[in-house]
Nanobody, 123 residues
Framework: QVRLVESGGGSVQAGGSLRLSCAAS????????MGWFRQAPGKEREGVAG???????RYADSVKGRFTISKDNAENTLYLQMTSLKPEDTAMYYC?????????????????WGQGTQVTVSS
């Protein structure tokens, strides 16, 4: 059974940093495409960052240069380092695994999902 558990969310002021973690079980992060999505109230879920089948990191334009996705194969954990946070980054952040190969930023292209961790950025 696949399980993805996010942690590391919280409340920060604009300009601050957070690191999100996603502990995986039932699959190996070294063998699966992994990613991060977010969803703000009243908005659609959107891709933030992800590793494709060539293990290349992809980022949404809105977070390029500020967010970094990484993974620790030994810990079987995916990370999202977020810096220079803005109020518009406020959302529930979700870990995902199992990219189907289409547009990576579409949530319907991913199979497994965590429950999410809340990030709130105040101005």
């Amino acid at each position: 059974q696949v399980r993805l558990v996010e942690s590391g969310g919280g409340s920060v002021q604009a300009g601050g940093s957070l690191r999100l973690s996603c502990a995986a079980s039932g699959l190996s992060v070294s063998s699966y495409c992994m990613g991060w999505f977010r969803q703000a109230p009243g908005k659609e879920r959107e891709g933030v960052a992800g590793f494709d089948s060539d293990n290349r990191a992809r980022y949404a334009d809105s977070v390029k240069g500020r967010f970094t996705i990484s993974k620790d194969n030994a810990e079987n954990t995916l990370y999202l380092q977020m810096t220079s946070l803005k109020p518009e980054d406020t959302a529930m952040y979700y870990c995902t695994a199992g990219w189907r190969g289409g547009r990576w930023y579409r949530p319907d292209e991913w199979i497994y999902w965590g429950q999410g961790t809340q990030v709130t950025v105040s101005s």
